[in-house]
């Protein structure tokens, strides 16, 4: 059929879904029959001015989805829309030991309840197994040019632009950060960060028998002066920052702050790890370190934290320059190999089909309402979050040290983790993360905060538990 000439105006996914979503429209609309033939590659790209291999993808995306048959020599011609079958295999229950793997020291997303969305969840994973064998095979490090193409897309929301070659799709956020501190930093030499910072960075930094120094914080983020006093001091090789919903402060650093952090970190020439875990999670939150000084920023774009804790995959950035790209690629083929096929497929799927969005949008929501429970039960100044945070920090009120407080908490049902966890230099705080997230409901999630905020309104004595 050589007249089909497809308005991508109307579908708001990227332009090769929108041919494939296009052809199902007109199918359903009748603008399309069974058995017409589609245009060529090559007429089709001239005719929309877009690339050829962009048209290949969207009719190999519509084969997929039982829309068209092509044949060699022949063409592409469409095939319907396939009916239900009358007799579909009956839905595997759940395994109920998968269910009961879980570590609640681990701050987790809300897990969507949404039968719309999980239906949509898994009709993403279901496409993806259609290409079960090839991903079951070695593929090129780093990431194919789809998936790629996915994390550009990704990670264009955070203002985070960058050529595929300085692009890594990685087995998720840790093993990316223990690549870059190897690669960075030799044993025996210093990485700043915060004081209160990220557990994760500690034990790598344990690992690879580094030192870290921890940095002062104010509401901002932290200090400049303090920054600019440890370069002159410390020599260090890195600055490790989680700028956006720090964890576990939730604090997110002011655009005044980035600029200011960036200017010492160019002056005195010290890399800065941007952990962006939580970045997507505001609607509106300040841009990236990675979009203010690309020269010298690894970015790391997680996805565990804004769609799921087991999607393991993460986007990394590398600074631009081709010593950077070498090194890093070099310490993630000797830890990793590369991230697993079949995940980062499904996580391109999500990202391309707008999954991802839906998630996004869901754990928003989830989190907000969350929050708002939180504040109905606790003092207004008592702890600190974010609306769309998913955990809280608790300074402890009077009488109450972090090791009882946990103690106290343990059956309950929530992640409560003691600030000795978080803490670099000096005396960790009576302070513990209380996290909000993971499969725990709503209704439970209340009825345990409600166990916390009564047991906080008196002595550790008075809340009838035995230590």
Known sequence: MKTWHPDLGRSSSPLYMAIADLIELDLKSGQLSPGDKLPTHRDLARRLAIDVTTVARGYVEAQKRGLVQSHVGRGTFVSGIESPRANPPAATPPDDRRAAVLDLSMNMPPEPDDPALIARMREGLATVSADLLPLLRYQGFGGAAMDKEAAASWLGRRDVRAPAERIFVTPGAHPALLAILSILAKPGETVLSENITYPGLRSIAAQLRLRICGLPMDADGILPDAFADACKREQPRA????????????????????????????????????????????????????????????????????????????????????????????????????????????????????????????????????????????????????????????????????????????????????SDAFTVDGTPPEAVRVCLGGPIPRAQLQSALEFMAHALEGPPEMAGSFF
């Open 239 to 418: 600055l490790y920052l989680n700028p956006t919903l720090q964890n576990p402060l939730t604090l997110t650093m002011s655009q005044a702050r980035r600029q200011a952090i960036v200017d010492i970190a160019r002056h005195y020439r010290v890399p800065v790890i941007e952990d962006d875990a939580y970045g997507f999670l505001p609607t509106r939150g300040p841009a990236a370190l990675a979009s203010l000084a690309p020269e010298l920023t690894w970015y790391i774009g997680g996805l565990s934290k804004c769609i799921g804790a087991g999607l393991r995959v993460a986007y990394v950035v590398a600074p631009d320059d081709s010593r950077s790209l070498w090194s890093f690629a070099g310490a993630m083929r000797s830890g990793n190999v590369m991230a697993s096929p079949l995940t980062t497929a499904l996580a391109t799927r999500w990202i391309g089909d707008g999954t991802a969005d839906a998630i996004l949008a869901f754990l928003r929501a989830e989190a907000a309402a969350r929050q708002e429970i939180v504040a109905g039960l606790l003092p207004a100044g008592s702890y600190s979050a974010d609306a769309v945070s998913f955990n809280i920090w608790l300074p402890l009120p009077h009488g109450w040290t972090r090791s009882i407080f946990s103690a106290h908490m343990r059956s309950c049902g929530l992640g409560v983790v003691a």
